[in-house]
Nanobody, 130 residues
């Protein structure tokens, strides 16, 4: 399984971007998560969608602003990001999660931060100017 993120760019605060993650290989059994890493900071989870697409999870920082969706027929997962803030600036990556977004669920602190992640994709840079 290979993943490739795209759609990043430079946008002003308050603007929007739509990230895409294209999956090569079978994605039906994987939740797909979006993660980001800002310069000098640890990677953090942003959002995740279950293999069926029925369940979605969001980090507190993303709730109300970001929307994750997937189209298994197109082997793609999308992250619509609205009302962007300068603190959203980071490299965004997608990943295939065998554990169905376990690390995004309440009480997941006891698990390693990459629990269930089997494949990582190359990221796309998102820069939000103030």
């Amino acid at each position: 399984v290979q993943l490739q993120a795209s759609g990043g760019g430079l946008v002003q605060a308050g603007g929007s971007l739509r990230l895409s993650c294209v999956v090569s290989g079978s994605m039906d059994m994987y939740g797909i998560g979006w993660f980001r890493q800002a310069s000098g900071k640890e990677r953090e989870g942003v959002s995740c969608i279950s293999s069926s697409g029925e369940t979605t999870h969001y980090a507190e920082s993303a709730k109300g602003r970001f929307t994750i969706s997937r189209d298994n027929a197109k082997k793609s997962v999308y992250l619509q990001m609205n009302s962007l803030k300068p603190e959203d600036t980071a490299v965004y990556s997608c990943a295939a999660d065998r554990a169905e977004c376990m690390i995004f669920r309440p009480g997941a602190d006891r698990f390693p931060k990459d629990y269930g992640i089997e494949f990582w994709g190359k990221g796309t840079q998102v820069t939000v100017s103030s």
